[in-house]
């Protein structure tokens, strides 16, 4: 029986399953939340762990960065694992993420095709590199707002930071990214003319402060060739700055 699924103690702790049936869960990563355990400290929340102690045996499919919110499948047996395994293996999944980059990009949809392979110096760190792993990233320009762009990724390959590093790369980097950008949170008062604190503030608070990268659609065939197209809403914090962000957009921007 496939259904929708809700469970409160693991929606308060930032997990909210998307989909559920007999074989695979699709699961929406809230930010700053691991998706499987960290080899040096296991005392860190990850979603592998949360999934572990509702379902018991649990089996990791494909990973998304700590920072990066979305869609996470998982499998709930080794048949199911090896499958969606060898969709991701195979380039037989639509990956569609969403994230705001700096800058307005020259040509509004295009393709990186750059090698990625670890940083020689520092570690858990990629860069591009003639023999690193091929990765292919198809982009779309949803919305221009002049200093933030509103951007479609599709990802031909799954390449660790890829998304991230193939921005930095065209000189765009993905916003809030402390590793391949400046890192700097989004202040409303840095685009807003005429921004004021509100009353009983002292400081400003960001008006997003982590990475602004979302996995927001998954679309593949299932063992018995049933189509899925699974999406996770936009979270919160990017939908506020994409508002603002349409809201104050210069009048030079075309829209």
Do not use: W
Not at 30 to 37: D, E, H, K
Not at 213 to 241: G, M, Q, W
Request: net charge positive.
């Amino acid at each position: 029986m496939i259904h929708q699924n809700s469970i409160n103690p693991m929606e308060l702790r930032g997990v909210s399953i998307i989909f559920e049936n007999e074989d695979f869960i699709a699961v929406n990563k809230s930010a700053g939340m691991l998706t499987i355990p960290d080899r040096h400290d296991e005392t860190q929340l990850s979603l592998y762990k949360i999934l572990s102690q509702q379902y018991g045996k649990i089996f990791i499919v494909h990973r998304l960065d700590r920072d990066t919110s979305g869609l996470v499948l998982f499998a709930k047996n080794e048949v199911t694992h090896k499958y969606l395994s060898q969709l991701f293996e195979k380039r037989n999944i639509e990956k569609i993420y969403l994230g705001i980059v700096k800058g307005s990009l020259p040509d509004k949809t295009g393709t990186i095709n750059e090698p990625i392979a670890e940083h020689p110096v520092h570690k858990g760190v990629m860069a591009i590199h003639k023999k690193g792993k091929p990765s292919l990233t198809e982009y779309k320009v949803l919305e221009d707002y002049g200093i933030y762009s509103a951007v479609q990724f599709n990802i031909q390959s799954g390449r660790t930071h890829q998304i991230r590093v193939h921005m930095k790369y065209a000189g765009h980097p993905i916003a809030c990214d402390a590793v391949y950008g400046d890192g700097k949170p989004i202040l409303l008062s840095s685009f807003k003319k005429k921004y004021k604190l509100s009353k009983g503030e002292e400081e400003e608070r960001p008006i997003l402060n982590r990475l602004a990268l979302h996995s927001y659609r998954l679309n593949f065939k299932d063992a018995n060739n049933n189509l899925h197209t699974l999406e996770a809403p936009v979270p919160k914090d990017i939908k506020a700055l994409l508002q603002q962000l349409k809201k104050n957009r210069s009048p030079a921007v075309l829209k």
